[in-house]
């Protein structure tokens, strides 16, 4: 009987630790199937919609959309580069201000005042029959503006 009850705790244990090798497994390999086009690809509709020398929110999917006045477009992310906190569109200037310390970045994504130390980063914008993407898995990091990053229809 002493036996029996050994031979039973015995294989509870391994029963237990083979379900836990289970899950370990099961969690250390990616579930995760990759985005689709679809998914990768934000749009954003028209580009005639979109007025020159303003910025638009396009918050859920994480990035604000500029036509500038010579018609070029950029995609801005919205997170701040100091730490990260989501940028607001200072609608007096066309350019960003982060909320939780305070720096500021020009209508180009440029920093104009500290502690962010590098712009905005961007995204691709793809123009496909005058319609506009935005590719959201490319952030782009930048050190400044130029005029190569602009996008036109
Ligand atoms: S997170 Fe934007 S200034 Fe610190």
Redesign the pocket.
């Known amino acids: 009987m002493n036996l029996n009850r050994r031979k039973f705790i015995k294989r509870l244990i391994a029963a237990v630790v083979s379900i836990e090798a289970f899950f370990l497994i099961k969690n250390g390999i990616s579930t995760k199937t990759p985005l689709t086009e679809e998914e990768k690809l934000i749009s954003v509709g028209n580009a005639e919609l979109f007025m020159n020398n303003k910025t638009y929110p396009f918050v859920t999917n994480h990035f604000y959309l500029r036509r500038f006045k010579d018609g070029g477009f950029m995609a801005f992310s919205v997170k ?1 580069t ?4 989501v ?1 607001n569109i200072n609608s007096n200037t066309g350019g960003f201000n ?1 909320p ?4 500021q970045f020009n209508e180009f994504g440029d920093v104009i005042s500290s ?2 130390t590098r712009p905005l980063d961007t995204y691709p914008i793809i123009v496909k029959n005058n319609e506009l993407w935005v590719d959201i898995t490319k952030a782009t990091t930048r050190t400044t503006f130029d005029k190569s990053q602009l996008t036109y229809i």
């Open positions: 701040c100091h730490l990260g906190c940028v982060c939780c310390h305070a720096s502690p962010a």
